[in-house]
């Protein structure tokens, strides 16, 4: 641009002497004839003689005129390009902003998911119970025994009242986790409100991939635990908002449709929660 207004100052230049330069002439000229009577005639057709320069300065006027516009219109087609430019640099700041606000949330989500998951498995770990011999369970085996207890009064009751449990199975089950939670409640309560909390907190949150970190803790959940898990979901004792989530995400997908608690009232539990469209047979 400095370039282009540097030569057209130099065009503008020289056309000025040339007009400068033609319009002496002319005056030179007129002047000199201007004594000669028998060839001008009289003194009032002086002016005649500037008549071409006049028609010239006019025309350079003119031309002065549209060059003008035309480097207006190019000057404006700049600063709109630039303007372009900047507005296209503005979405890209905004944008990089967005990034790293994404960026920033998504580590302080993980931050704070990943201290959860450690402590509901170090809640798991610390679950301690005994069995029936005396001997001490932890973590995992103990929920395991826990599970096995359950599922053995389950077991129990259908041998007494095999008709009943034919005729409804959910009130069968009720009967038989309500004396269960009644023993062993206190010792597994605390962990399904944990695993609540932390489903929860994902369900809750704006990061994009969602399934994805439950399907993290779904990892982390043994056989045992995913039996006990769906009882907790056939149970009164479990909330609307905590089996809606099991369900949106398939919670239930590793369980072992073998177990005679669940294949008794699968009918109870949507296929969505065991992460499919179908179950097989």
Not at 211 to 222: D, E, H, T
Request: glycine share 4%; proline share 1%.
């Amino acid at each position: 641009m400095y370039e282009r207004k540097h030569s057209s100052g130099w065009i503008i230049s020289v056309v000025a002497l040339f007009a400068l330069a033609l319009w002496v002439v002319n005056l030179l000229i007129g002047l000199y004839y201007s004594g000669q009577e028998s060839i001008i005639g009289d003194r009032g057709t002086f002016g005649d003689v500037f008549g071409a320069a006049n028609s010239l300065f006019t025309a350079f006027a003119f031309v002065g005129v549209i060059y003008s516009i035309a480097m207006q219109r190019e000057e404006l087609a700049i600063t709109r390009s630039e303007m372009s430019q900047t507005k296209r640099l503005l979405a890209e700041q905004q944008q990089n902003l967005k990034n790293q606000n994404l960026s920033m949330s998504k580590q302080v989500f993980e931050s704070t998911f990943f201290k959860m998951f450690d402590s509901f498995v170090s809640l798991t770990d610390a679950i301690d119970i005994q069995s029936e011999d005396n001997t001490p369970l932890r973590g995992k085996d103990a929920i395991d025994f826990l599970f096995k207890k359950l599922q053995k009064r389950y077991y129990d009751q259908k041998e007494l009242s095999p008709d009943l449990v034919c005729e409804n199975s959910a009130s069968t089950f009720d009967q038989v986790y309500s004396h269960f939670f009644h023993d062993y409640g206190h010792e597994f309560s605390h962990y399904f409100r944990t695993l609540y909390t932390l489903l929860n907190f994902v369900e809750k949150s704006e990061v994009e991939d969602k399934a994805f970190y439950i399907k993290l803790v779904r990892a982390q959940l043994s056989d045992s635990e995913a039996a006990l898990l769906l009882c907790n979901y056939l149970s009164h004792n479990t909330t609307k908002k905590f089996n809606s989530i099991l369900e949106k995400y398939g919670m239930l997908k590793n369980v072992d449709r073998a177990h005679l608690i669940v294949k008794d009232n699968l009918d109870l539990v949507p296929l969505q929660a065991f992460g499919r469209t179908r179950l097989e047979h």
